[in-house]
C-alpha cells in the first residue's frame, strides 16, 4: 500500500494561522506586536529569496518585520555593533542572520553575540544547552518542523524507535534532542555509522538529513515506518532538467513506508513557520508569559 503523504504546506500553513492568533492575543493581553529583525550581508541570491519570504510571511501574520540588508564589505566590527543595537530594541524580540556571512566575518562570534532569549535560529549554545537539559529554549527551526511533522502521524512519539541520518548542529543534535524529549529511543547515525542500511531498517521514524540525493534506498525502509526527509539538493536529470529531491529515494521508499514527507513540499515550507513561532516564544519568554 502506498505510504500517507504528509503535507508539509498544509501542516505549515496551520503553525502560521496558530502564530497569527498568538499574534493577535498578545497584543490584547499585553499590548505588544512581536517583531523579527533579519540581517542579510551581501546579495547571496537564494539568501536575498529566503529573506524576502521570511519578511513577507512575517507581515502576514501580523507581526513587525525589520530588514537589516548590509553590503558585502561591511565589517565584522558594524555587524556586531548591530546585532547589540538589536539586543537592546524592544520592538525586536527575535534576530536572525542570514548565513552564510561573507568569508571575512566570524559567524560563530557573531551568532554568539545574539541575546540567547531573542536567537530565533536556536544557535546559541546556551540555547542548545537550555534544549538537552530540558529547559525552556528556543530551538533551531527545521528540526522543530520535522517533529511537528512526525506527530501528525504519532501523535504519541513515547518509546517509538527513531533513527536520525545526520549529526549537523543545524539538523541532526537538536533533532535527536527533540525526539529523545520526546521519549522516543534514538541513534543518530552518520557517515562513520556501519551498516547504515541494517540500522535504519530498525527506525519506526527515520529522519534523514545528510545532503546526499536520494540516498536513502527501498530496502532501507521498515515497511509502515514513518520518513521524514530533511534534505534539500538540486540534480540535474538525464534529460537535463533541474529538480529538487530530498536524501530518500521518494517513489520506491513511498511503496514501502506507512508515511513519508515529499520534496519539496514537506519539511522545507515548515522552517519559516516555525521562525515566526520560535518570535512568538521568544516575546513570550523576554515578557515572562507562560505558555
Ligand atoms: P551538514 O552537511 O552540516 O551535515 C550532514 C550530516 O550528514 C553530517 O553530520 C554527516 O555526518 C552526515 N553524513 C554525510 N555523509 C553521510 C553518509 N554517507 N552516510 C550517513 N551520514 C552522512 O548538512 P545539514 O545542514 O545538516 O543539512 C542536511 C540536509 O538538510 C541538506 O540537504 C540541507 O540542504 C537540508 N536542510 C534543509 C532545511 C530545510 O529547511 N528543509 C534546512 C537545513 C538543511
Known sequence: MAAQVIDGKAIAAEVRAEVARDVKALQKSHDL????AV?????DPASQVYVRNKAAQTVETGMQSFEYKLPADTSEYDILALV??????????????????????????????????????GFHPTNV??????????????????????KKVIPDLRGVNAVVIGRSNIV?????????????????AHSKTKDLPAVC???????????????????WIKPGAVVIDVG?????????????????????????????TPVPGGVGPMTIACLLQ???????????IKD
Open 33 to 36: 506586536t512581536p517583531g523579527l
Open 39 to 43: 540581517v542579510l550581508v551581501g546579495e
Open 84 to 121: 547589540q543595537r538589536l539586543n537592546a530594541n524592544k520592538n525586536v524580540n527575535g534576530i536572525l542572520v542570514q548565513l552564510p556571512l561573507p568569508k571575512h566575518v566570524n559567524a560563530e562570534k557573531v551568532l554568539n553575540s545574539i541575546d540567547p532569549d531573542k536567537d530565533v535560529d
Open 129 to 150: 544547552g537550555r534544549l538537552w537539559i530540558g529547559e525552556r529554549a528556543l530551538v533551531p527551526c527545521t528540526p522543530t518542523g520535522s517533529a511537528i511533522l512526525a
Open 172 to 188: 541532526g543534535k537538536p533533532m535527536a534532542a527533540l525526539l529523545l524529549r520526546e521519549s522516543c529511543t534514538v541513534t543518530v
Open 201 to 219: 531498517r530498525g527506525a519506526d521514524l527515520l529522519v534523514a538529513a545528510v545532503g546526499i540525493p536520494e540516498m536513502v534506498k527501498r530496502d
Open 232 to 260: 534539500i539538493n538540486r540534480i540535474t536529470t538525464p534529460e537535463g532538467k533541474n529538480k529538487l529531491v530530498g536524501d530518500v529515494a521518494y517513489a520506491e521508499c513511498a511503496e514501502v513506508a506507512g508515511a513519508i
Open 278 to 288: 520560535n518570535t512568538i516564544t521568544a516575546a513570550k519568554i523576554q515578557y515572562n
